[in-house]
């Protein structure tokens, strides 16, 4: 497959954007491998469970896809997937709710389970950046995690959680209060990593439901 260099991100997905309506629908592909990461560390957030976010994104991809026609480069393209994923992850969260019997602290346990991912990383580290992320209020944590570790900008976020930026800053100051020095120096390169050897399998499942 023919590889777009990415060098001005913004660029490159009004380009992919306008190709893949054009008549390059498998070019969705570059379009899946550079927002994983971002998806992946907002369904952790909310989700809490790699399996669950997983399902997520797939969905994110799908509905996207399917109305990219509709997205019409109104606003960045990573900002709207956002905004599809952090629904969807709510979606599933509260069908999950229904059937959910266990306490706080067995959720907080639970968000710490180490999965095939998490053995490619430090697991002693990881696994307590994460607990330390996963114990925020969900509403501080993913404005930490979209500020902070994706560096969205304080507009971005907003727009992607309908808050206003006032909003952003405060939730921000309260999250690293809250967290303190758990996170100095380590949260950007160990904080739920979706590694680049998962890419792979989320095209292949994107495309088979897709037809591609």
């Known amino acids: 497959m023919e590889t777009i260099v990415?060098?001005?991100?913004?660029?490159?997905?009004?380009?992919?954007?306008?190709?893949?309506?054009?008549?390059?629908?498998?070019?969705?592909?570059?379009?899946?491998?550079?927002?994983?990461?971002?998806?992946?560390?907002?369904?952790?957030?909310?989700?809490?469970?790699?399996?669950?976010?997983?399902?997520?994104?797939?969905?994110?991809?799908?509905?996207?896809?399917?109305?990219?026609?509709?997205?019409?480069?109104?606003?960045?393209?990573?900002?709207w997937l956002c905004k599809i994923m952090i629904n969807e992850c709510l979606a599933s969260k509260k069908k999950n709710q229904r059937f959910q019997t266990e306490t706080v602290d067995q959720l907080i346990n639970n968000s710490v389970m180490i999965t095939p991912a998490h053995t490619?990383?430090?697991?002693?580290?990881?696994?307590?950046?994460?607990?330390?992320?996963?114990?925020?209020?969900?509403?501080?944590r993913l404005v930490f995690v979209l500020r902070e570790i994706e560096e969205m900008s304080v507009k971005e976020t907003g727009e992607a959680l309908n808050i206003e930026e006032a909003n952003v800053k405060v939730r921000l100051n309260r999250a690293k209060g809250i967290l303190q020095k758990h996170l100095n120096g380590y949260m950007k390169d160990h904080v739920y990593s979706y590694h680049l050897s998962r890419c792979d399998l989320m095209v292949e499942r994107v495309f088979e439901r897709l037809r591609l």
């Open 120 to 140: 490619l990383m430090n697991k002693e580290l990881n696994i307590a950046l994460e607990t330390a992320v996963s114990q925020l209020p969900e509403k501080y």
């Open 6 to 79: 990415k060098q001005n991100p913004l660029a490159i997905d009004d380009l992919l954007v306008n190709r893949i309506l054009a008549g390059e629908p498998r070019l969705f592909e570059t379009v899946i491998r550079n927002h994983n990461q971002r998806l992946y560390r907002i369904g952790m957030s909310i989700l809490k469970q790699d399996a669950d976010t997983e399902d997520a994104m797939q969905n994110t991809y799908i509905k996207a896809f399917q109305n990219l026609d509709k997205f019409g480069n109104r606003a960045e393209l990573g900002t």
